[in-house]
């Protein structure tokens, strides 16, 4: 099973470190957008506040990433299937979401040691 910002990395062709910083080049920041957009529309991650903590961006910046997927989904069909072969692969269980809205223990090892690299409270 792959975690899902790797899987998104790879499909985006961008290094997964690169999701995490402050980087506008446009594959970085749609790869960056549908891990957004799947965790919290289909990985449940409700509350909003774990995807900020995890991404270190604010609520604004996740709302306008689920907006813009769903925009881009709505315009470029090759965008369209790659999101939806994302989300198909995590349906099917070969991906898994790296933040689960459970405080206690759901969280993947990998995840949380990835949590404490970025000095993020979980």
């Known amino acids: 099973m792959t975690n899902l910002i790797d899987y998104v990395?790879?499909?985006f062709g961008v290094p997964s470190e690169?999701?995490?910083l402050k980087d506008r080049h446009r594959p970085t920041v749609n790869a960056r957008q549908?891990?957004?957009?799947?965790?919290?529309?289909?990985?449940?991650v409700?509350?909003?506040?774990?995807?900020?903590?995890?991404f270190?961006?604010?609520?604004a910046t996740?709302?306008?990433?689920?907006?813009?997927?769903?925009n881009y989904c709505d315009t470029d069909r090759d965008y369209?299937?790659?999101?939806?072969?994302i989300v198909w692969a995590y349906e099917r269980g070969e991906v898994y979401v790296p933040?689960?809205?459970?405080?206690?223990?759901?969280?993947?090892?990998?995840?949380?040691i990835e949590l404490q690299r970025k000095n993020l409270k979980y």
């Open 80 to 85: 369209l299937a790659m999101v939806n072969d």
């Open 56 to 59: 270190g961006m604010d609520h």
């Open 9 to 11: 990395a790879d499909k």
């Open 34 to 44: 549908v891990c957004m957009y799947v965790m919290h529309k289909y990985g449940k």
């Open 99 to 112: 933040i689960s809205d459970e405080y206690s223990g759901s969280m993947p090892e990998e995840s949380l």
């Open 62 to 70: 996740i709302y306008n990433a689920i907006k813009s997927t769903n």
């Open 18 to 20: 690169r999701l995490f």
């Open 46 to 54: 409700k509350p909003m506040r774990l995807i900020t903590e995890y």
